[in-house]
């Protein structure tokens, strides 16, 4: 019936299987630019978010390596920093100074804000996008400092008060005896 003879006889269009269609050149050109537009903004994205992390990874190893003090110097930020970030300063705090790094991705913002005391140390800082408070401690501004001086002044019939000269005294928790 079926003999290797028989499958000789057989035209060769039905022998051998469909061709493929071939794609056109524009639409393979398409193709790979939406590959290559896409590939390119993952690139760009990455590359935001990675830089802001691992400089946050940086300060926490820094913060930890300060031990109980909790801080570092503002100076080693640089070494610290990775990518281009734009830089925002906030000078309007009366003792410490608001530090605000952006790395613009295209469908998101990353940030890192820092505190840095008027010794150059930073003392705090969170990956936040603003807020009052920076890494729980919130800041407390020039005008709402003079208001208090004023304040105080005028409790105090007119002698101005010195910020320097102000110191916080913590009082040592009453020890009980056991009799």
Do not use: C
């Given at each position: ?125 969170d990956g936040l996008a603003g ?49």
């Amino acid at each position: 019936m079926n003999s290797p003879s028989d499958a000789a006889d057989t035209p060769e269009s039905e022998a051998a299987p469909k061709a493929k269609k071939q794609i056109s050149a524009k639409r393979r050109l398409i193709s790979w630019a939406f590959i290559g537009v896409l590939l390119v903004v993952v690139l760009i994205e990455w590359r935001a978010k990675s830089s802001q992390a691992g400089t946050f990874k940086n300060m926490q190893s820094a913060m930890d390596k300060a031990g109980d003090v909790g801080e570092f110097p503002f100076a080693e930020l640089e070494s610290i920093k990775q990518g281009s970030p734009s830089e925002e300063i906030d000078e309007s705090g009366a003792l410490l100074r608001l530090h605000h790094y952006r790395w613009n991705g295209l469908f998101k913002v990353y940030h890192l804000r820092l505190l840095v005391d008027k010794d150059e140390k930073v003392i705090a800082f969170d990956g936040l996008a603003g807020g009052e408070p920076v890494g729980g401690i919130p800041r407390i501004s020039k005008e709402r400092m003079e208001n208090f001086l004023k304040k105080e002044k005028a409790a105090n019939g007119g002698t101005p008060v010195e910020t320097e000269s102000v110191e916080v005294v913590e009082e040592a928790p009453a020890e009980t005896k056991k009799q």
